[in-house]
């Protein structure tokens, strides 16, 4: 299994920090740095079967990426508003459903954007005392997947591939773009304009891409 990466997220060895370790990382990325009111958003998660065989998601079995703060450091959740999730699962997955079987299937050799996060939602740096380079945040997340033999039976056990995303203090001093969380109408197309306005403010391009 392995990973590409986008943006501010760059493969690394899990063995460059001994924080991957203690959190049994099996694929690890450097996220860049970050200070106080920095933001982390526009998530999204690619799963990429590489073997011979079809492999199934069921999700059930998935947990949701969660942000982990380091070294003192605290990070909140920040959503558009409170009836929406922080994270979704995209359109691409959802045309993979096999109604019969109640799976999601995709083929070997495929990738598809399974998970993203959505719009307006983004990891916040809320306060840190850490000295520049100091690990901070950690984003982990899994994926559990089944194989399907050429007979068509699937695997009992899923093969469960945590990936973690490493995040360190930048340089004291830097002044953040903060955003301005905008004040949304109840209903129609005026929600998502005023959430991308105020996102364009200050927040910054991060995506994280897998592949199982």
């Known amino acids: 299994m392995t ?15 001994s924080t991957f370790a203690a959190n049994s990382c099996d694929q690890c990325f450097d996220g860049g740095t970050a200070v106080v009111g920095d933001n982390k958003w526009l998530l999204s998660d690619d799963w990429t079967n590489g ?17 982990v703060g380091l070294g003192w450091a605290s990070w909140k959740e920040i959503k558009a508003s409170d009836s929406v999730d922080f994270w979704q699962y995209t359109s691409e997955l959802e045309a ?4 019969d079987n109640l799976w999601y299937m995709l083929p070997a050799g495929e990738t598809v ?6 719009l307006g939602s983004a990891y916040n740096l809320e306060s840190n005392s850490a000295a520049a ?8 997340y899994d994926i559990a997947v089944h194989e ?14 945590r990936e973690c995303v490493l995040i360190k203090s930048g340089t ?3 002044t953040p773009v903060i955003p301005v969380t905008p004040e949304l109408p109840a209903t ?19 995506q994280i891409r897998k592949r199982a």
């Open 188 to 206: 129609g197309p005026e929600i998502v304009f005023l959430v991308f306005a105020a996102l364009l403010l200050g927040f910054g391009f991060f």
């Open 148 to 161: 399907v033999d050429a007979g068509g039976d699937i695997s009992l056990d899923a093969d469960t591939h």
């Open 96 to 99: 993979l459903y096999d109604e």
């Open 51 to 67: 073997s011979l065989n079809d492999h199934v998601l069921f999700k059930e079995e998935q947990d949701m990426p969660k942000m």
């Open 172 to 174: 004291p001093g830097e």
């Open 133 to 140: 380079g100091t690990n901070i945040g950690l984003i982990t």
């Open 113 to 118: 954007t399974w998970l993203e996060s959505t």
């Open 3 to 17: 990973s590409t990466s986008y943006a501010a997220v760059t493969t690394v060895a899990c063995s460059s920090d």
